[in-house]
């Protein structure tokens, strides 16, 4: 393959600006941001869970101490019922009267082991609430530190876009001079290797950083200038310069 000195060097611009390209993806790949939204998101989803599992367990004995409030009010209206039955003096037999206050003293020590199991449910409720509060505020922390990380990163984003960007709006102008061949060639090298061109200096290839053998500096001294040249080693597209060393 020919191509004209000029065009041949055009490809070390190209090189470069590419190289820039790719430390932008690099560096929009590896923000510092994206590990700790990782960690902040999977943070987020455990609290997230543990403040379902706390806001259910409240619910879940809010309905067993209305349950239990239930039983209470329906124990005691039926001793309030007993109760006037015996102060009515309807009840006269006294076998019948010493049922009903042996019911009525039943009735009062239910109502006493309902209430204390009310009060046990109202202090658990009461711990489950505070738990619900605690884990909530927790997630809400994590939710705002997130929100803080992904706002850095968004902002690092548009940063590197925007550079990003710039360099790529430079690139049509270096490849109009490099002939259509040429310019494939490089592509396909780039592809294979991440860059499609070095630099001959002082001997040595700049992008695998291999110095050239005698034969190998010879044969490129017998090219013709125009002669599109590769390294031996890493098959990239070697162009010549007046630092090459020929």
């Known amino acids: 393959m020919k191509a004209a000195p000029e065009a041949q060097k055009r490809l070390l611009d190209l090189a470069e600006l590419d190289a820039g390209l790719d430390r932008l993806r690099h560096r929009r790949r590896t923000l510092p941001e994206l590990a700790e939204i990782d960690d902040l998101s999977k943070n987020?989803?455990?609290?997230?869970?543990?403040?379902?599992?706390?806001?259910?367990?409240?619910?879940?004995?809010a309905r067993e101490q209305t349950k239990a409030?239930?039983?209470?009010?329906?124990?005691?209206?039926?001793?309030?019922?007993?109760?006037?039955?015996?102060?009515?003096?309807?009840?006269?037999?006294?076998?019948?009267?010493?049922?009903?206050?042996?019911?009525i003293a039943s009735l009062q020590r239910r109502q006493g082991d309902l209430e204390e199991v009310v009060l046990e449910i109202?202090?658990?409720r009461e711990a489950a609430d505070a738990r619900v509060e605690t884990v909530k505020g927790r997630r809400d922390e994590v939710a705002a530190t997130l929100a803080v990380?992904?706002?850095?990163?968004?902002?690092?984003?548009?940063?590197i876009d925007k550079e990003a960007a710039e360099l790529q709006s430079r690139r049509p102008a270096i490849t109009a001079d490099i002939p259509d061949d040429l310019l494939a060639l490089y592509g396909k090298l780039r592809e294979q290797s991440g860059v499609g061109?070095?630099?001959l200096?002082?001997?040595?290839?700049?992008?695998?950083?291999?110095?050239?053998?005698?034969?190998?500096?010879?044969?490129?001294?017998?090219?013709?200038?125009?002669?599109?040249?590769?390294?031996?080693?890493?098959r990239r597209i070697l162009v010549r310069t007046a630092e090459s060393g020929l």
């Open 69 to 103: 409030e239930a039983d209470v009010d329906a124990v005691r209206l039926r001793a309030d019922r007993d109760q006037k039955r015996l102060d009515s003096g309807q009840v006269t037999s006294p076998k019948d009267l010493a049922s009903l206050q042996s019911e």
């Open 201 to 234: 200096h002082g001997g040595r290839c700049l992008g695998c950083r291999t110095s050239l053998s005698i034969a190998d500096l010879n044969r490129i001294r017998a090219a013709a200038h125009d002669e599109v040249v590769r390294c031996e080693e890493c």
């Open 149 to 159: 990380a992904e706002g850095r990163r968004d902002g690092a984003f548009a940063e």
């Open 122 to 124: 109202m202090e658990r």
């Open 44 to 61: 987020l989803a455990r609290a997230a869970t543990e403040a379902i599992a706390a806001e259910t367990e409240a619910g879940d004995l």
């Open 197 to 199: 061109a070095a630099m």
